[in-house]
């Protein structure tokens, strides 16, 4: 499976836009790029995902590099909530049912 | 918006005993997982389930475990004989599609204490 590489942390300030980038320099043409993020005590929560083109839903928006060998994952507005663990996957398109591969993801700090 | 909903929330249990986690997936959804995470460690995939059977576990998944779909709603995960390592929390997910580009909802999980 290829690999994804992610900052252990990262801090924001409330209100302010957030950044979060993931690198995955061995992803294959069919990869798609997955974003999930878990709170405090909580299961992992679905994001985002996206294949080639930039993506936006009500949660995030997702940047994707032209070589797709990395992506960022962008909160427009970092509220309190936003304090997670943000973890970037990488899902084959070719398998159907298949499992997401949890890293040690990126855990987001946002004071107030 | 839709929910998959687990219980019970924490089972405390002693080792050797067997319990069953309960998991009530998204009503139209038609794949199954169960994760379990360890406290402080990573996300770690158990097992997936479709069409009534295992379509892929990891090597965690030994013969100690076992998934099941006994009606319509639920989805259950049996430890036959639990170990105090089996401690952790345990996470079902649904997804409507198995496709790459769909999402997974999980619930919000299973702690299981291990005495």
């Known amino acids: 499976d290829a690999k994804t590489t992610q900052p252990n942390s990262m801090e924001s300030n409330e209100e302010e836009p957030v950044h979060l980038p993931c690198n995955h320099s061995t992803i294959s043409g069919t990869d798609y790029i997955h974003w999930y993020r878990q709170l405090p005590s909580q299961g992992p929560e679905y994001v985002i995902h996206?294949?080639?083109s930039n993506v936006n839903n009500r949660m995030a928006s997702l940047a994707i590099a032209e070589d797709r060998k990395s992506s960022t994952l962008i909160l427009h507005r970092a509220t309190l909530r936003d304090a997670a663990v943000y973890y970037c996957?990488?899902?084959?398109?070719?398998?159907?049912?298949?499992?997401?591969?949890f890293g040690e993801g990126t855990q987001l700090t946002v004071n107030p | 918006e839709p929910e998959v909903t687990q219980t019970p929330s924490h089972q405390v249990t002693q080792m050797g005993q067997e319990v069953i986690l309960r998991c009530v997936p998204i009503?139209?959804?038609?794949?199954f997982y169960w994760y379990r995470q360890i406290l402080g460690q990573k996300v770690e995939f158990l097992v997936s389930?479709?069409?009534?059977?295992?379509?892929?576990k990891s090597e965690i998944f030994d013969d100690q475990f076992s998934v099941e779909r006994p009606d319509g709603s639920n989805f259950t995960l049996k430890i036959r004989s639990t170990k105090l390592e089996d401690s952790a929390m345990y996470f079902c997910?649904?997804?409507?599609?198995?496709?790459?580009?769909?999402?997974?909802?999980f619930g919000s999980g299973t702690r299981l204490t291990v005495v």
């Open positions: 389930f479709y069409n009534n059977e295992i379509s892929e």
């Open positions: 997910a649904s997804s409507d599609q198995g496709l790459a580009n769909y999402g997974y909802t």
């Open positions: 009503s139209n959804h038609l794949y």
């Open positions: 996957i990488l899902r084959p398109q070719e398998t159907s049912g298949s499992r997401l591969t």
């Open positions: 996206g294949l080639t």
